[in-house]
Nanobody, 124 residues
């Protein structure tokens, strides 16, 4: 599966952005897709996932209530709607696809396919 993340940009604190992860070469069908982010000088961290095993969403506490992950099977995309953005949300956002078990959906190593990342910059 080849992934392409898009939708990043520069936004003021309190603003919104919608990221999109598109698959090419193969459908997302059968894969769980998650969003991770990596801030400068930091490790890549989990943000959100829609787990196909139970079709439930899971979020890191830092984004809960502000970010929403959704899946559009017709368009073969997984989206991340982000509102009330904060400067600490500044990072490169990556989408990853894999077949994790539920207990591992937040783990970086559960995802074998990655997009190139899209930069989100939130100014204060």
């Amino acid at each position: 599966v080849q992934l392409q993340a898009s939708g990043g940009g520069l936004v003021q604190a309190g603003g919104s952005l919608r990221l999109s992860c598109a698959a090419s070469g193969r459908s997302f069908s059968g894969y769980t897709v998650a969003w991770f982010r990596q801030a400068p000088g930091k490790e890549r961290e989990f943000v959100a996932v829609l787990y196909i095993g139970n079709m439930r969403t899971y979020y890191d506490d830092s984004v809960k209530g502000r970010f929403t992950i959704s899946r559009d099977n017709a368009k073969n995309t997984v989206n991340l709607q982000m509102i009330s953005l904060k400067p600490e949300d500044t990072a490169v956002y990556f989408c990853g696809a894999g077949r994790p078990i539920l207990s591992s959906v937040r783990s970086l190593t559960s995802y074998g396919y990655w997009g190139q990342g899209t930069l989100v910059t939130v100014s204060s």
